[in-house]
């Protein structure tokens, strides 16, 4: 492991008992908070048969009923809203497949927190001052880039605006400010990874680190990257509704993303049942986020899907790690029967040799599936004994993962479309 510093070293190693403590305190004075302040919240609380004085212990959030996306709608957009309108500063918002965007405020003091947040996160994993952080999401109603401008420059960290696309701009600006450390999605940067390597740039660029997230990516995703940038990539989980990224960090273990505890309550239930699965079992995150001011939520079901991992973090961080997600419980789609979450996918095809960077998966019926695959150029040299034989150890290695045969069609570099934010992976035909 490499060396990491902190930013916060007494509330990110707190003892564990001091933690719970403090976990408990800002739950009764949120459960309170909301009960007080927000309607909605007092309903669903009295139709629980629940009170604010009722919650005694951690394990007593249990008592509360879940909050999901469509009380994110009820009375829209302020139906949430624990602040005088006043109070507000800002808003961001996510928009989900379908309909009105959720609508996310903050005040003041939420923006403060996130930039305290995501200020651990960098510190955590070696950026400081004198670092460049090159901010390739989208500034705009999106919390991604935002956010984590807050937190760099409150570290002292030179952050360049950049924004999402216009890659050539984007190896530019890398060069003219020496850019060490990069912040976009994990489907971007195998596309701009996959540019720096068609360019033979690389040892032109100073890049040390990447923060990747948004979006589900798997583990040969994050060391494909890695190789091809030589440079340490770090997963960074978060939603709009908990305040957006650096809810999750992974720290330089590298095993786990660690969840800020004294900002955030978890729990992992059943995605059906709504029941707590044990330690280290998959299932939905909820989040309870214990100090956002104009909007908290209570028991907020996520619908990503991870586990807890139970071990202490050698980084000496007491505060729980997840796994990286597993994908949204809203992204599985059924062929023949069989339960496949598109991660799956990518990870087999991301571990395969001559494999590039970019793939779709289209749902055609429901007994069958096509992955299309961009393949490295070598491999369209008219050898087609050579092609036959990628195509087939693709199709084998999805089988051995998923259960089921795809139908697999390779295609060259660039015909995919790149995308310069979260990817669409999957294109549902039977929907359209
Ligand atoms: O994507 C916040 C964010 C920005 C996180 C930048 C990280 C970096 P939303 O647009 O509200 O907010 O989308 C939240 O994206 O519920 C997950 O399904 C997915 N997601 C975010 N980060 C990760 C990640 C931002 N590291 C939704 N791994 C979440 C897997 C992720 N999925």
Redesign the pocket.
């Known amino acids: 492991m490499k060396d990491g510093s902190f930013w916060n070293k007494k509330v990110e190693c707190l003892p564990e008992k001091e933690l719970r403590k403090l976990q408990l305190e800002r739950l009764q004075k949120i459960v309170s908070y909301v009960y007080e302040r927000v309607p909605h919240y007092r309903k669903k609380f009295e139709e629980a048969g629940v009170k604010p004085e009722d919650i005694k212990s951690l394990e007593d959030v249990r008592k509360l009923p879940f909050t999901t996306k469509e009380d994110l709608f009820v009375d829209y957009p302020y139906g949430l809203l624990a602040v005088p309108k006043e109070e507000i500063v800002r808003v961001h918002t996510?928009s989900g497949t379908t309909g009105k965007p959720k609508a996310i405020f903050f005040t003041k003091n939420d923006i403060e927190l996130g930039a305290e947040l995501i200020a651990r996160c960098l510190v955590m994993t070696g950026t400081t001052r004198g670092d460049v952080l090159q901010n390739s999401?989208t500034y705009g109603l999106?919390?991604?880039a935002f956010v984590?401008h807050y937190g760099a420059e409150k570290v002292g960290v030179f952050v360049v605006p950049a924004g999402p696309g216009n890659t050539e701009r984007q190896l530019e600006l890398m060069q003219l400010f020496g850019t060490t450390c990069v912040h976009m999605t994990p489907s971007y940067a195998l596309y701009v990874a996959s540019l720096i390597a068609e360019r033979g740039i690389r040892d032109r660029l100073n890049l040390k680190r990447a923060y990747?997230?948004?979006?589900?990516?798997s583990e040969e995703t994050r060391r494909k990257i890695e190789e091809m940038l030589g440079i340490d990539v770090y997963?960074?989980?978060?939603?709009?509704?908990m305040g957006?990224?650096g809810v999750g960090f992974e720290c330089p273990a590298k095993d786990g993303l660690h969840i800020w505890e004294d900002a955030y309550l978890i729990e992992v239930v059943n995605p059906q049942t709504g029941e707590p699965v044990e330690d280290g079992e998959v299932g939905e995150l909820v989040i309870t986020s214990l100090c956002r001011e104009a909007m908290p939520l209570i028991r907020y079901r996520?619908?990503?899907l991870t586990r807890v991992i139970p071990e202490p973090c050698s980084c000496g961080r007491t505060h729980k790690r997840i796994s990286?997600?597993l994908g949204?419980a809203d992204d599985m789609f059924i062929v023949k029967g069989v339960n496949i979450f598109p991660q799956q996918i990518e990870s087999v095809l991301m571990g395969i040799k001559g494999v590039a960077q970019n793939y779709q998966i289209v749902l055609e019926g429901y007994n069958d599936f096509l992955v299309r695959v961009e393949i490295e150029k070598e491999f369209f040299d008219g050898r087609i004994e050579r092609l036959l034989q990628l195509k087939e150890e693709i199709t084998e290695k999805l089988r051995d993962e998923i259960q089921v045969r795809p139908k697999v069609e390779l295609v060259e570099p660039g015909t995919l479309p790149v995308s310069e934010g979260?990817a669409k992976r999957v294109i549902d035909k039977r929907k359209l």
Request: hydrophobic share 25%.
């Open positions: 996510s999401m999106f919390t991604g984590m990747l997230g948004a979006e589900p990516y997963n960074c989980y978060g939603l709009s509704e957006g990224p996520t619908r990503d990286r997600m949204r979260k």
